[in-house]
């Protein structure tokens, strides 16, 4: 069965530091993936979409990357403020535009 | 704001009680989603909604009803609910079911007692 994995513990850092997240995937061929931001007690929000035939999208200070041949998309946040700390969702989508969305990884900058 | 309510923001109810969540959309979409969120765990996609006919139904069970009179509006019927149906439930939309940003409501955290 398709499966999606991001890593389960938070992660802590340090104020402007990079801090980047891996999502990985099995038994899945995404024609796209996208990265969602979602803060306690409210909706995910979109952030960031990559295809299948980029291999890197940057927005501001936030930047993805997509490597089919390991089933694998690095979101990494450069120059991180503590405004960044919530959860971060990864989310393919197959061809027909069905998301498929990961637990989330935590993110706390501390000051 | 993303375009998308959700009402209401907290429910409380007995495994014995009928309610309904509700959704609107101001953003002109076709599609409307409801997911599941619990604890730790990823979103559960529940039932899809494109031009107000379901065109998906992931296994969920009966006791969830969910309704769509138009493209703005979708709800979701309550009935007969069990403690582990307590969750966070997300409303979301988009252009149309093939389109790729999904745009999510602020949910509704329902507890079942």
């Known amino acids: 069965s398709q499966k999606i994995e991001q890593n389960s513990e938070a992660l802590n850092i340090q104020e402007g530091k990079t801090a980047t997240l891996t999502c990985n995937y099995t038994?899945?061929?995404?024609?796209?993936l996208q990265w969602y931001r979602q803060d306690p007690g409210r909706g995910p929000v979109f952030l960031l979409l990559?295809?299948?035939?980029?291999k890197e999208k940057r927005k501001e200070r936030l930047k993805v990357t997509f490597d089919t041949t390991l089933k694998q998309s690095l979101f990494h946040i450069t120059a991180s403020q503590p405004a960044d700390s919530a959860t971060y969702l990864c989310?393919?989508?197959?061809?027909?535009?069905?998301?498929?969305f990961g637990a989330g990884t935590q993110v706390v900058v501390t000051p | 704001e993303t375009g998308v309510t959700q009402t209401p923001r907290h429910l409380v109810m007995g495994m014995t009680n009928k309610k309904s969540l509700k959704c609107e959309q101001h953003l002109g979409h076709n599609a409307m989603y409801w997911y599941k969120q619990s604890a730790k765990k990823p979103l559960e996609l529940m039932f899809v909604y494109n031009f107000k006919e379901q065109t998906e139904n992931n296994s969920v069970p009966s006791r969830f009803s969910p309704e769509c009179p138009n493209s703005s509006h979708l709800f979701l019927h309550l009935h007969t609910l069990q403690p582990e149906d307590s969750a966070l439930y997300l409303c979301?939309?988009?252009?149309?079911?093939?389109?790729?940003?999904?745009?999510f409501g602020p949910g509704t955290r329902l507890l079942v007692l």
């Open positions: 038994n899945y061929s995404p024609a796209y």
């Open positions: 979301a939309s988009s252009q149309d079911s093939s389109m790729e940003t999904q745009y």
């Open positions: 989310a393919p989508a197959d061809s027909w535009g069905k998301l498929q």
């Open positions: 990559i295809r299948e035939n980029e």
